[in-house]
C-alpha cells in the first residue's frame, strides 16, 4: 500500500490580496504532487476543499489544470481521487461544479453519491487490487444522520464483492477539534457505526491535523489558510503498509506571530523602544514572511498617542515582510483577556474564562464568581434556545435571589454585574 491523503488546498485563495498569496496555495498543491511522484504512489486522495471558491476565475483553473496535467504526464498510472468540500460544491443555477470539469477531462476521479450498485447513495465507489474507495460530499447539518446509512451500504458491497482494505472519504469537522464550538461539527460515538466497516477514514474540513484511534485521519491544509494556524500541526498523510505518515508542509509560506507586553510603559517613545529591542530579538525570520506583531497589556497611556504606522515601518524595517499587521489586543482595559490565555480552549471554556475573569477582577462580587458565571451562561442557552423572554426573566431572577439568600446582600449590585455580562455575551 502507498498512497498519500491530502485536503484542503484552497486554489485561488488570494490571502490579503496578495497575488504571491495566490501562488503559495498552488505552489503547496505542486508540492504534494511532486512528493506523490517521487515516492511512486499508487493514488492521492482529496478530502475536499480543492479550490477556495465555487465560481473560480480562469487562472485558478489553470493552476489546477497545470498541476495535475504534470501528474497525467510524468506517473500516468497515478489517479487522483476526490470529493467535493463546502466551498468546492457549485451554485444551483451553475449546474456543474469544476471538480465536475476536471473529472471530465480525465485528471481527477470524482466521488459523488450515486445510487447504483443496489444501494442509495454509496454507489459510485472505487475498485482497485487490494482497496476500495467510498467518497461523500460535504454534507452539512445532514452529515451525522446519513453516517447510519452509509455505514449499513458500505457493508452491504463489501457482502456481495468481497472485503477489501476500505476508505472513507468524508468532508466535516470533528467534535472538539478547534478553539470554538462550529456548526455541525461531528462526535467521534457518531462514527462508531463506520468503524465496523471502514479502515480508514480520510476527512479533510478542519486545517489542523488530528487523528483518532488508527482510523480516522484529517491532515490539515498544506498552507496556512488563516493566522489562527500559525504553529498547530498541518500536512498531509503518507501511508504505506507500516501505517500513516504526517508530512509536514514542504515549502509554507514563513509566518510569525510576536506578541509583545505593554504592562507597565509609561510613554509612547518607550514603547517604540521596546518594540524595537523585541523585533531585533526575532531578527532570524526570513524576509517575505507574514508577521503579525500583537502589543497586549495595560499601558500608561492612552491607545491613541501609539503610532500604529511608526510600529509598521519598525516592523518593516527589520522583516522586509510580504504582509504586516499591528494589533493591539488590550489597552487599559482590565476585563481584556490575553490571546494567549485561551488558545486551544472550546468556546464554552473561553466564555467561562473571560465571565469569570471579568467578575473577579470586581471585589464587590469575587466571592461569587461560580455563581453569577453559571447564571449567565444558563441564561445564554436559553436565549440560543428561543425561550421565551418571560421563562429567561424568571432564570434571571431566581439566580437573583439565589445568590441574596447567600449572603451578598444588595440585590442591586447582583443585577448589575449580570446585566453588565449579559450584554457582553454577544461580543464573546
Known amino acids: 500500500m502507498n498512497f498519500i491523503h491530502a485536503s484542503d488546498f484552497h486554489l485561488g485563495y488570494a490571502q490579503y490580496g496578495l497575488i504571491e498569496r495566490f501562488r503559495d496555495y498552488a505552489r503547496a498543491f505542486q508540492t504534494v504532487i511532486h512528493y506523490a511522484i517521487d515516492h511512486k504512489a499508487e493514488f492521492i486522495l482529496i478530502s475536499g476543499d480543492l479550490f477556495h471558491k465555487h465560481n473560480i476565475n480562469a487562472p485558478t483553473y489553470e493552476q489546477a489544470y497545470k498541476v495535475l496535467s504534470e501528474l497525467k504526464a510524468k506517473s500516468p498510472s497515478t489517479q487522483v481521487y476526490v470529493i467535493e468540500g463546502n466551498h468546492d460544491i457549485a451554485f444551483h443555477q451553475d449546474g456543474k461544479s469544476w471538480l465536475e470539469i476536471l473529472n471530465l477531462q480525465g485528471l481527477i476521479k470524482l466521488i459523488r453519491p450515486k445510487k447504483a450498485n443496489g444501494v442509495e447513495l454509496m454507489g459510485d465507489y472505487v475498485e482497485l487490487d487490494s482497496v476500495r474507495i467510498f467518497g461523500m460530499r460535504y454534507l452539512g447539518s445532514s452529515t451525522n444522520p446519513v453516517i447510519p446509512q452509509i455505514a449499513k451500504e458500505i457493508k452491504q458491497i463489501s457482502a456481495v464483492q468481497g472485503n477489501k482494505y476500505t476508505i472513507l472519504m468524508m468532508h466535516f469537522g470533528m467534535e472538539g477539534q478547534i478553539g470554538q464550538d462550529k456548526s455541525w461539527e461531528i462526535p467521534y460515538n457518531s462514527l462508531l457505526p463506520l ?18 484511534d488508527g482510523w480516522v485521519f484529517n491532515p490539515g491544509s498544506v498552507e496556512m489558510i488563516s493566522l489562527n494556524e500559525y504553529d498547530l500541526p498541518k500536512g498531509f498523510y503518507h501511508v504505506r503498509d507500516s501505517g500513516p505518515k504526517l508530512i509536514p508542509p514542504i515549502t509554507p509560506r514563513p509566518v ?111 466571592d461569587h464568581t461560580e455563581e453569577i458565571v453559571k447564571n449567565i451562561l444558563d441564561i445564554k442557552k436559553k436565549v440560543n434556545a428561543k425561550f421565551e423572554p418571560a421563562d429567561i ?36
Open 195 to 212: 468503524k465496523e466497516v471502514v479502515n480508514y477514514l480520510a476527512l479533510g474540513h478542519y486545517h489542523t491535523n488530528y487523528e483518532f
Open 393 to 428: 426573566q424568571k432564570e434571571l431572577r431566581w439566580g437573583f435571589e439565589k445568590i441574596k439568600s447567600e449572603g451578598m446582600g444588595n440585590e442591586s449590585k447582583t443585577e448589575g454585574v449580570q446585566q453588565t455580562l449579559l450584554s457582553r455575551i454577544g461580543d464573546s
Open 256 to 366: 510569525r506571530r510576536i506578541k509583545l507586553d505593554m504592562s507597565g510603559i509609561a510613554t509612547p517613545d518607550e514603547l517604540y523602544t521596546k518594540i524595537s529591542s523585541k523585533i531585533e530579538s526575532e531578527r532570524t525570520l526570513q524576509q517575505d514572511a507574514l508577521v503579525e506583531l500583537t502589543l497586549y497589556g495595560d499601558m500608561g497611556f492612552p491607545k491613541s498617542n501609539v503610532n500604529l504606522e511608526r510600529i509598521k515601518d519598525l516592523v518593516i524595517k527589520q522583516f522586509k515582510p510580504l504582509w504586516s499587521d499591528i494589533k493591539i489586543m488590550r489597552s487599559n482595559s482590565k476585563f481584556a483577556v490575553n490571546a494567549g490565555d485561551i488558545r486551544g480552549l472550546t468556546r464554552e471554556q473561553i466564555e467561562l474564562f473571560v465571565f469569570s475573569d471579568m467578575v473577579k477582577n470586581d471585589s464587590r462580587y469575587r
